[in-house]
């Protein structure tokens, strides 16, 4: 659905989007990424509704992902760099507590 | 001039609820809400349902804020069957953290004498200690010493309420009139007349839910409200998988998985803005509570006006000047929702308020200040 305007030619890095690699210009976002790697989703709400990027400047909240093990991100809001890891988020996020 | 059983001023949580219950003992009633212009303290609330720290020294609010909490599982079930919208009210008890055993002692001792006042009417609590209350709490900070409990607490969603009593009131009858501040009011026994958003209407009785407007209000009508700002601030997390099963007093996980924390009070007049030292203190009480929160991004934070009476306690009349104007003022618009609805409209609709309120009248207010 969405591809690079063809007089881009700036330098890429290389990310991944559930595991699947894609080169996205430097300077995008994560919810770039996404969106150039072809995916209709990128997360599912508490309710188990598909989201995907939509405002793309940190108001909607529906670019949730998981970005290098970090949960509920907004997608948009992150700046790619070289092997991000960009995953599905799924539900609400979990917390991981210590004992008291 | 159109004509009505009943005004209700104010379209937050109060108002609403006291014109529901109006338009459902079937009073043609109408309410005037001021607009955006107004504080709202009903859109920025915390959404407890909220009973242990009520009353303490003061019986008669204990059982009203009981009574109230105990009208609310029908409320809640009765705006779902009529209007279809979820007010998400659960009532899984709720605690009060303590964080050294001075804190405790103190909160022992307030929860005994509370006990003490109910007299008959009889009020259940127990003070948890560390380990009990970390089998209910996993992740709880090494510095919680205990907790008090009761089972009459609970929690709801604020702004569902609103919206569910708006839509329940219209669809009783009544007329929601919106962006009308109250510009000019004559009052006479049974005959008040308001001019509001560039229309006249009149009623045989009136009900005063401004919130802090009342203060302005209550006297055109014979009435007193010396209500007064006080400032609390909220931080609202991510939303995160199930981790509070039940409410505490300043933390608590709503339906959808966000963590509210809050219960800041600031006496700074009309001023809404936030104050980052005020949020660093709830971020930081609430981390030494739960240090998992830590992990928990912020998304959202707002400060919003508590319609406070000088001594904490509600404050409810009718006019003795003008028989058929009532005021309802304080500061817990969601706890006291099922009073409002189901037990102080019907008082209204009958024309005399019942004479278990009658502490609540500002006449306790009449003392003469101390030189």
């Known amino acids: 659905m969405f591809r690079p305007r063809s007089e881009t030619r700036r330098p890429t890095v290389s990310v991944t989007v559930e595991g699947r690699p894609i080169a996205v210009p430097v300077g995008a976002s994560a919810a770039a990424a996404v969106l150039a790697a072809g995916f209709d989703s990128i997360r599912e709400t508490a309710g188990g509704s598909e989201r995907m990027p939509y405002c793309m400047m940190g108001v909607c909240f529906d670019c949730l992902a998981e970005i290098d093990d970090v949960p509920n991100r907004q997608s948009c809001m992150v700046e790619v760099r070289d092997g991000m890891r960009i995953c599905r988020q799924i539900g609400a996020r979990r917390i991981h507590r210590a004992a008291g | ?371």
């Open chain 2, 1 to 371: 001039m159109e004509h009505y059983d009943a005004i209700v001023i104010g379209g937050g949580l109060v108002g609403s609820a006291i014109a529901y219950g109006l338009a459902r003992a079937g009073q043609k009633a109408a309410l005037l809400d001021e607009g955006d212009v107004a504080f709202r303290a009903s859109r920025g609330n915390f959404g407890l349902v909220w009973v242990q720290s009520k009353g303490d020294g003061a019986p008669h609010y204990q059982r009203w804020t009981r009574q109230s909490a105990d009208e609310w599982p029908a409320l809640a079930e009765e705006l779902l069957t009529k209007t279809g919208i979820a007010v998400g009210h659960h009532r899984p008890g709720g605690l009060h953290l303590c964080l050294d055993e001075a804190e405790l002692a103190t909160r022992h001792a307030m929860m005994e004498r509370m006990r003490t006042q109910s007299g008959n009417f009889g009020f259940d609590y127990r003070m948890l200690d560390r380990s009990e209350l970390a089998e209910l709490l996993p992740g709880l900070g090494p510095t919680v010493v205990g907790a008090s409990w009761t089972p009459y607490d609970g929690h709801a969603n604020p702004l569902n309420l609103l919206h569910a009593l708006h839509k329940g009131f219209v669809e009783k009858g009544g007329r929601y009139i919106p962006n009308s501040t109250v510009t000019e009011a004559s009052a006479a026994s049974g005959d008040f007349r308001i001019r509001a958003g560039g229309g006249e209407i009149g009623a045989a009785k009136i009900v005063l839910a401004a919130g802090l407007g009342n203060a302005a209000l209550a006297p055109h009508f014979g009435l007193s409200a010396p209500v007064k700002p006080l400032k609390g601030q909220i931080l609202v997390t991510e939303r995160a998988r199930e981790m509070l099963p039940l409410p505490l007093t300043t933390i608590r996980q709503t339906a959808e998985g966000t963590i509210m924390l809050g219960d800041s009070q600031e006496d700074a007049g009309f001023d809404t803005s936030q104050r980052p030292a005020v949020m660093q203190t709830i971020a930081r009480r609430a981390v030494l509570a739960f240090p998992w929160l830590r992990d928990l991004q912020i998304v959202r934070a707002w400060a919003a006006l508590r319609v406070m009476p000088p001594d904490g306690l509600p404050i409810y009349d009718q006019s003795e000047r003008f028989p058929g104007a009532f005021t309802a003022n304080c500061h817990s618009g969601v706890t006291l929702a099922g009073a409002h609805a189901n037990l102080f409209a019907p008082m209204v609709a009958a024309g005399m308020l019942d004479p278990a309120l009658e502490p609540f009248s500002a006449r306790r207010l009449d003392v003469p200040a101390a030189v």
